[in-house]
């Protein structure tokens, strides 16, 4: 049977690369599960939660109840792991939030909207879980299945708290703002009147192109609305397993109109509550059976990837190690995530590709090839790169 949704996966499409219009934060990797009640989340979340990192492995991280740290799934770390067997062994994670189910009129304060709001303010991404299943056990609030209907209702309240908020701030810029002939000051003025056009009109912030200086502008206001989403269909058991539901062309239509590039995924709470019951041997007999498999790895990756992040690799005996950082990072930027005194003193990067090492089998093989390079402070690193820096531990200390 075919993967429900994945029935395109062998043509080419053009997929929208929307820049990060969030607020930026040093290595973030927070995604909250939101939608309204009843709809899955937090069957999802604890999926999420059976799967996390034991705890001992991120002692600076300590785990709320509705915080689950998930690591991200990725071929070649596991490769690396076989090749080098190194006493540790650290993945990159994805921190997952479940969020206080939404209602219309949160952006007012109506059921739990404030904690909403503030839980979401939080977070860097969303998992906007859509109901498209019936259950007669399971009341749904709005008192029917609609999924397009319950995406608007998020879609509008996350849209009337941000107008709200860039109402009260262009008011308090004042109408001389406009006339002002400080430039920054008119620059952001415009900024803010154009987010306020824009969500009157009825379409999220980050549906509309924006210059270079806008984005600087959106990504300090931290809107809910220019954070980006991943939309997360929970069809039935029995629709999971027969591979279609009935509503999953609406969903995209909407999906590809309102939020264009994001990614639409399918999946199954009860279905992937079912197999992680499971031992593996059952599961992977189960899987075979039903020629399906789970989604919870494509979502923790369409999460990470949703906040333009990569990683990039140290490895040796040691240790093999992911470290995560937003694409388009330096060098010396992507040293300091180790030790800030590596990107003070940061010398250069002794840089090869994960896929010429996989090629060529091994790190001597990689500089007989010449595929080892010296990299400067002006090197982008790529997403799988193996480094090692070289630097002056003095070099960041002032005589």
């Not at 650290?90 to 952006?107: C, H, P, R, T």
């Not at 379409?203 to 206001?221: F, G, K, M, P």
């Not at 490895?315 to 995530?337: L, N, S």
Request: hydrophobic content about 35%; proline content about 4%.
């Amino acid at each position: 049977m075919a993967q429900m949704g994945d029935n395109e996966k062998h043509k080419k499409k053009h997929v929208i690369e929307r820049p990060f219009l969030g607020k930026l934060s040093k290595n973030s990797c927070r995604i909250g599960i939101v939608g309204l009640p009843n709809v899955g989340k937090s069957s999802l979340f604890n999926t999420f939660s059976q799967k996390q990192v034991p705890a001992e492995n991120y002692p600076f991280c300590t785990i709320d109840p509705n915080r689950a740290i998930v690591p991200v799934p990725d071929k070649r770390f596991t490769h690396l792991c076989k090749h080098y067997k190194p006493r540790s062994e650290v993945q990159a994670v994805l921190e997952v939030w479940d969020i206080a189910g939404l209602v219309k009129g949160a952006s007012e304060g109506k059921g739990l909207g404030n904690e909403f709001l503030s839980n979401i303010q939080a977070v860097d991404a969303i998992y906007h879980v859509v109901r498209a299943f019936k259950d007669s056990n399971v009341e749904h609030v709005e008192g029917s299945v609609d999924p397009v209907r319950d995406m608007e209702i998020i879609a509008s309240e996350l849209r009337q708290k941000d107008l709200a908020l860039m109402k009260k701030k262009l008011d308090h810029m004042g109408k001389g703002a406009k006339r002002s002939n400080d430039k920054k000051i008119k620059e952001e003025c415009d900024v803010v009147e154009k987010i306020v056009n824009t969500l009157e009109a009825g379409q999220d912030v980050q549906a509309v192109d924006w210059t270079n200086r806008e984005i600087e502008h959106l990504q300090e206001y931290n809107l809910f609305s220019a954070k980006p989403v991943v939309f997360l269909v929970n069809v039935s058991d029995k629709d999971w397993l027969q591979g279609r539901n009935k509503h999953m062309e609406d969903i995209k239509k909407w999906c590809n109109e309102k939020y264009p590039g994001s990614p639409v995924i399918p999946f199954s709470a009860a279905f992937e509550k079912k197999i992680l019951e499971m031992d593996a041997e059952t599961s992977e007999k189960y899987l075979q059976e039903n020629n399906t498999k789970s989604q919870l790895n494509k979502i923790i990756n369409a999460g990470y990837h949703a906040l333009h992040l990569i990683h990039f690799f140290t490895a040796g005996e040691d240790e093999v190690k992911c470290w995560t950082i937003r694409q388009g990072t330096k060098a010396p930027q992507a040293a300091g995530t180790i030790h800030s005194d590596m990107e003070n003193g940061f010398i250069c990067a002794e840089t090869f590709a994960y896929d010429d090492f996989k090629l060529y089998g091994s790190e001597q093989e990689v500089k007989t090839q010449g595929k080892y390079h010296q990299n400067g402070k002006n090197y982008e690193v790529q997403d799988g790169d193996i480094l090692f820096f070289k630097f002056n531990p003095q070099g960041g200390k002032k005589k």
